[in-house]
């Protein structure tokens, strides 16, 4: 059984940074993608960012490209998403998602994924 927990959501000032993580089991390291969406009522769901454990590499959305980065510090199962000069655009609630993906081909649709997170709510006050 594939579970994937977030954690680290939280409320920011303009400017700031936040941190999320995606404790993910049920999948080997080095075999599935891991993604971030994020979405606010009303709207559809945005991708946000893709991580490939395969492969290593990371693509991101041109809205945050730049901004947000992802990182092992968290150790193999928990790769974290570093989020820095958070504006209120980014307020949302945030999803990961785990799939057996070709690197992160096909990574940023929703139906990509079989597998998601409760959701983390982030919120950015101006």
């Known amino acids: 059984q594939v579970t994937l927990v977030e954690s680290g959501g939280g409320t920011v000032q303009a400017g700031g940074s936040l941190r999320l993580s995606c404790e993910v089991s049920g999948f080997h390291y080095g075999s599935y993608s891991l993604g971030w969406f994020r979405q606010i009522p009303g709207k559809e769901r945005e991708w946000v960012a893709c991580?490939?454990?395969?492969?290593?590499?990371?693509y991101y959305s041109p809205s945050v490209k730049g901004r947000f980065a992802f990182s092992q510090d968290g150790g193999q199962t928990m790769p974290l998403l570093k989020m820095s000069d958070l504006g209120p655009e980014d307020t949302a609630m945030y999803y990961c998602?785990?799939?057996?993906?070709?690197?992160?081909?096909?990574?940023?649709?929703?139906?990509?994924?079989?597998?998601w997170g409760r959701g983390s709510q982030v919120t950015v006050s101006s």
């Open positions: 998602a785990a799939e057996r993906l070709r690197g992160c081909s096909g990574g940023s649709h929703p139906g990509a994924y079989n597998h």
């Open positions: 991580f490939s454990t395969s492969n290593q590499r990371t």
